[in-house]
């Protein structure tokens, strides 16, 4: 099953998470399908690629409960 999930980066004290397609049972930070955008919670940036993220959507990827509370604060949830 594919998920839309974060992938931690950034530095020790300094996280910022890429919003990836990953198969749900891969590690957090396990190999991922595709970048689609990435989050950076200090600075409250929060950018996606919505054509991409709408296409992966419709394909049967399913948002993690944090990608998905990120999508509804930022008003971009897609119900296919």
């Known amino acids: 099953m594919l998920k ?3 992938k931690r980066i950034g530095k020790k004290m300094q996280p910022i998470y890429r919003i990836v397609i990953a198969n ?6 396990g ?3 595709e970048k ?3 989050y950076n919670p200090i600075k409250k940036i929060f950018k996606i690629n919505e054509i991409l993220m709408k296409q992966w ?3 049967g990827a399913k ?3 944090t990608v998905n ?3 509804k ?5 897609f119900n296919p």
């Open 69 to 71: 509370n990120l999508l």
């Open 73 to 77: 604060k930022n008003k971009l949830f």
């Open 4 to 6: 839309l999930r974060l």
């Open 36 to 38: 689609i955008g990435y």
């Open 24 to 29: 749900s049972k891969t590690k957090r930070n």
């Open 31 to 33: 190999k991922d399908i």
């Open 57 to 59: 959507l419709l394909k």
């Open 63 to 65: 948002p993690t409960k």
